[in-house]
């Protein structure tokens, strides 16, 4: 009997061995799946960039030239009653100006000689890794419609025609050793509204649009990038303002100067200035130049200082007290030899009314006074790769105030006034 039931408890121990525990009938949980990582945000594509050298100025008719520090290139009119122009060298070396012109027994009147052209408006040279071109200056009826590389011994040759994505009235102002850079400054059709830099490479035909805001103008430029000077104002421009809507908006208005890449099209902002301050004056050598300062406005006895960011510490400082506000200042764009990167830190300054031209130097105050020639003064025109500068002056007796001659100076012995190393041999037709 014991045997019996003790064989009965083995066996449903077998049983329930074999089977397992009985099933949970408790409904199961549904599972938490695993948490789903958020979506990365798109990246914002990264800005086309396009090869930008060391910006230069491109100079305006009628005293376009270039300067590549061993020769000035220029363009000179045929003759006073037409059209036509040479392409003009000025070698340093040999103190010579001459046609830019190889061919023997050439007489450069004629679309036989490489330097000729039947019309030099709108028209000017520039070099390139020595190579001598022509371009159009302004996009008009009357301006060629294409860059011609210039070979003194052959002729010339057509290297790139204007695209048509180019309007008609774009000016170049600029270039690079790819791509002439413009835009057309003075044709904006409405007030406050924005404008469009071009940049043309030449060399493989594209051409790349970038964005100018309202009121923006390009003033200078320093390595590869532009230095752009813009009116801010804090409430939109109103449709057909008055003068006094406008001039109410201004007193709030300020000058924003910021770093422009033509790469790519992006701005660093500078600094601000108020606009009350008034307009920009140059940039030399990481100093942004501007009016400011004024006493007695809008008189006779009006005064104004020459103030300056410096970008180095970006501190405001005084540059030069009491600015002569019946003087015009500029500077030679062609001063220095292309592509060298440095700006000129001298001023041309001409008093209105008067004759008398003056050299400012930017880093001390100094005026001097230059020499009088044929009844003006000298002009700086161009410092030679030796340090030397060239000079222009327009003899009394000539007429054509196209005319020109060119003397070679040592620069502190221009501005004491002194005489010069010496003078070119000038073309004269024979």
């Known amino acids: 009997m014991k045997k019996t039931a003790l064989s009965l408890l083995l066996a449903a121990a077998a049983l329930f061995s074999a089977c397992g525990a009985a099933p949970d009938t408790t409904p199961s949980a549904t599972p938490t799946p695993d948490p789903v990582a958020a979506a990365e945000p798109t990246p914002e594509p990264e800005p086309v960039r396009f090869p930008v050298g060391h910006l230069n100025d491109l100079g305006q008719q009628p005293d376009a030239c270039w300067n590549t520090g061993e020769a000035l290139y220029e363009l000179q009119d045929v003759s006073g009653n037409t059209p036509e122009g040479r392409v ?27 330097a000729y052209l039947a019309s030099d408006f709108c028209t000017s040279v520039m070099v390139v890794d020595g190579v001598v071109y022509t371009y159009p ?9 294409a860059i011609c590389r210039i070979d003194p011994a052959s002729g010339k040759t057509v290297v790139a025609s204007v695209p048509d994505s180019i309007p008609e009235h774009c000016m170049f ?62 409430e939109p421009w109103p ?9 109410a908006i201004l007193q709030h208005a300020v000058w924003e100067y910021s770093w422009l890449d033509p ?20 940039y ?7 009016y400011g300062n004024f006493r007695n406005a809008n008189t006779l006895e009006q005064q104004v200082d020459v103030l300056c960011f410096d970008t180095a510490d970006g501190q ?28 000129a830190p001298l001023v041309c300054a001409i008093k209105n009314m008067q004759t008398q031209t003056y050299m400012v130097d930017v880093n001390t105050g100094s005026w001097s006074p230059l020499r009088m020639l044929g009844g003006i003064g000298v002009q700086p025109v161009a410092v030679t790769d030796n340090g030397r500068w060239v000079v222009s002056f327009s003899p009394q007796e000539r007429i054509d105030p196209v005319y020109h001659e060119y003397l070679l100076y040592d620069p502190q012995v221009c501005l004491a006034g002194g005489s010069p190393i010496a003078a070119f041999a000038m073309y004269t037709g024979e």
């Open 137 to 145: 200056t302004e996009l008009t009826s009357v301006a060629p419609d």
């Open 263 to 282: 790469a790519d099209g992006t701005r660093e902002l500078i600094c601000t200035q108020p606009y009350v301050y008034g307009s920009f004056f140059g």
């Open 239 to 247: 449709n057909f303002a008055t003068n006094e809507q406008e001039e």
């Open 88 to 114: 003009m060298k000025t070698d340093y070396a040999t103190l010579t100006q001459t046609v830019y012109c190889s061919v023997p027994g050439c007489t450069h009147d004629s679309d036989a000689c490489p």
């Open 316 to 343: 405001e400082k005084t540059l030069m007290e009491n600015w002569p506000c019946d003087t015009s200042a500029f500077v030679p764009p062609t001063f220095y030899p292309a592509f060298s990167g440095q700006s």
């Open 284 to 290: 030399y050598d990481g100093k942004i130049c501007y």
């Open 173 to 234: 102002y600029w270039c690079d050793e790819y791509a002439l850079y413009g835009a057309k400054f003075g044709y904006t059709p409405i007030k406050h509204q924005p404008n469009t830099l071009y940049r043309w490479d030449w060399k493989n035909g594209t051409v790349q649009t970038i964005q100018l805001l309202p009121d923006e103008k390009i003033v200078a430029h320093d390595g590869a990038c532009f230095l752009t000077c813009h009116i801010a104002v804090d």
